[in-house]
Nanobody, 125 residues
Framework: QVQLVESGGGLVQAGGSLRLSCVVS????????MGWFRQAPGKEREFAAA????????HYADSVKGRFTISRDNAKNTVYLQMNSLKPEDTAVYVC??????????????????WGQGTQVTVSS
């Protein structure tokens, strides 16, 4: 069973930065596309960022483009989300996910096969 464990969340002031990490168990991490989603209280889970298996293709939601950077280290089975210029509206539980199939846009929840439990990010004004 593939397990995903996120870390790096916390409380930060507006304008600050955080770096999230997600470690994936198993031998096949380099075969997965990876994504970060977030869910604020009372709202649906939404796409934030995704990265292809090689790291060569990245996608971002408009709301985070220019502020967040997704990256991966296949030797460490880890995907990262560097979050800069944080805003109070970025407050959410951030969840990483792994997609087995190739060729998707990786924006949709249904494209992902494995999910972590999430890490809380709180941005104070």
């Amino acid at each position: 069973q593939v397990q995903l464990v996120e870390s790096g969340g916390g409380l930060v002031q507006a304008g600050g930065s955080l770096r999230l990490s997600c470690v994936v168990s198993g031998r096949y991490f380099s075969n997965y596309a990876m994504g970060w989603f977030r869910q604020a209280p009372g709202k649906e889970r939404e796409f934030a960022a995704a990265i292809s298996w090689s790291g060569g293709t990245k996608h971002y939601a408009d709301s985070v483009k220019g502020r967040f950077t997704i990256s991966r280290d296949n030797a460490k089975n880890t995907v990262y989300l560097q979050m800069n210029s944080l805003k109070p509206e970025d407050t959410a539980v951030y969840v990483c996910a792994a997609a087995v199939a190739y060729g998707g846009t990786y924006h949709r929840i249904a494209e992902y096969d494995y999910w972590g439990q999430g890490t809380q990010v709180t941005v104070s004004s």
